[in-house]
């Protein structure tokens, strides 16, 4: 049905428009009383092979949808119900922003990619934190709270020298409607972000962050990690595992989407679509790598959240086994529909009973 929908009618609307109108039906769908109920009890997991306890939280199944597709936390309620077992929310910042003039979202859909510079629209943090705590007060809403991750990152015009103060005011707002908080500081749309990913920018940044988080939310310790590039050396990345290690940070998600262009054949297309992140399937064997490196250099100390061309079952099964505990994906929910999360929830769950001793 999606894949008739997405031929005849998503396929011909530029990129954002159709993301926008998928993403609406999932809202109003949400919103018709028992319908998210009724989604639930058939797409998401139940598998007793997939719960995962992480980050002091118990997932229903490891994976969830990644950062950007709901940055001003609209749709939990509806997205959960498709069968994520948690959703990343966010990019915020701590002032609402446009984000870059459109078009500003491409597609490959023969190499299964995208290659996007939104540069983080969104509505600010102030606002998400009142739509989530809204949304906890709300009567549907009790019994069943889906897990939520916010994902933080830098005011555009706010200078590097201001970006500390800018972190800190994004995670003091989300502290207490976020289960787990997220520094982002690998999006390549926001001029000089990635930089801030140098040991010598990340530990004081870090550490600021985990003090506001802990001065905002004394009774709860709110989980605090943080997504890097796929672009970064791998002397980078055993940086990155080693501060996080040693500010007791609780895990990294790797990765964000790449600046390389590797994987996507059409150049008049790439070069028509400009400059931007590249994310699906192209982004698959270096978002792996950089996960594996990650496992060697800290093991099960970190929570590694394993994002980057995330596709199928095997592709998510192969992730737990080079050492992620949980999972998110993005691109392929785009290409696949409403029913992709389940899909490969259960297939995984397939597999990771095939992989058991008996
Ligand atoms: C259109 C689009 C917008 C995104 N926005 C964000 C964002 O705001 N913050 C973030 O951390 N990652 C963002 N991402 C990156 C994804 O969260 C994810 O890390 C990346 O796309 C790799 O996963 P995938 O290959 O499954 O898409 C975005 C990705 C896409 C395609």
Redesign the pocket.
């Known amino acids: 049905m999606y894949r008739a929908i997405y031929a005849v009618l998503l396929r011909r609307m530029p990129a954002e428009a159709a993301?926008r109108a998928g993403f609406w039906l999932i809202r109003a769908a949400a919103a018709v009383p028992g319908v998210a109920l009724a989604l639930r009890r058939v797409l998401a997991p139940r598998d007793p092979a997939l719960p995962v306890r992480a980050l002091g939280l118990d997932f229903p199944g490891p994976l969830g949808l990644?950062?950007?597709?709901d940055?001003d936390g609209e749709g939990v309620i509806g997205l959960a119900a498709l069968g994520f077992g948690f959703v990343?929310v966010?990019?915020v910042t701590a002032r609402p922003q446009p984000g870059n003039p459109k078009p500003r979202?491409f597609r490959f859909p023969a190499e299964r990619?995208?290659v996007?510079r939104?540069g983080?629209n969104?509505h600010g943090a102030a606002a998400l934190a009142a739509r989530l705590r809204a949304l906890r007060g709300h009567r549907g809403y009790r019994g069943y709270r889906p897990i939520v991750g916010v994902?933080i990152?830098k005011t555009k015009v706010v200078p590097e020298e201001g970006a500390i103060d800018d972190y800190v005011t994004s995670a003091r707002l989300v502290a207490d409607v976020a289960d787990y908080v997220?520094v982002?500081v690998?999006?390549p749309n926001t001029p000089g972000l990635r930089d801030l990913q140098s040991v010598d920018k990340l530990r004081p940044l870090l550490a600021a962050v985990r003090s506001a988080l802990d001065q905002a939310s004394p009774r709860r310790r709110v989980p605090l990690l943080v997504?890097i590039a796929p672009d970064l050396a791998d002397a980078d990345v055993d940086a990155v595992a080693d501060l996080a290690l040693d500010l007791g940070l609780d895990g990294i998600?790797a990765?964000?989407?790449t600046i390389s262009r590797d994987g996507l054949r059409d150049s008049a297309a790439v070069a028509d679509a400009g400059p931007g992140?590249l994310?699906?399937?192209p982004?698959?064997a270096r978002?792996l790598s950089v996960l594996r490196r990650l496992h060697a250099r800290a093991g099960d100390r970190l929570v590694l959240i394993a994002?980057?061309?995330?596709?199928t079952a095997d592709d998510a099964h192969d992730r737990l086994a080079a050492g992620a505990t949980l999972l998110?994906?993005?691109?392929?929910?785009?290409y696949e529909g409403p029913c992709w999360p389940g899909r490969v929830q259960r297939g995984l769950a397939a597999r990771i009973r095939a992989a058991q001793p008996v």
């Open positions: 993301h990644a950062a950007g597709f940055k990343e966010g990019t979202m990619a995208l996007n939104m983080f969104n994902n990152g997220v982002n690998s999006s997504k998600i990765t964000n989407t992140g994310s699906g399937a982004l698959k978002a994002a980057g061309g995330i596709g998110q994906a993005y691109t392929a929910f785009i």
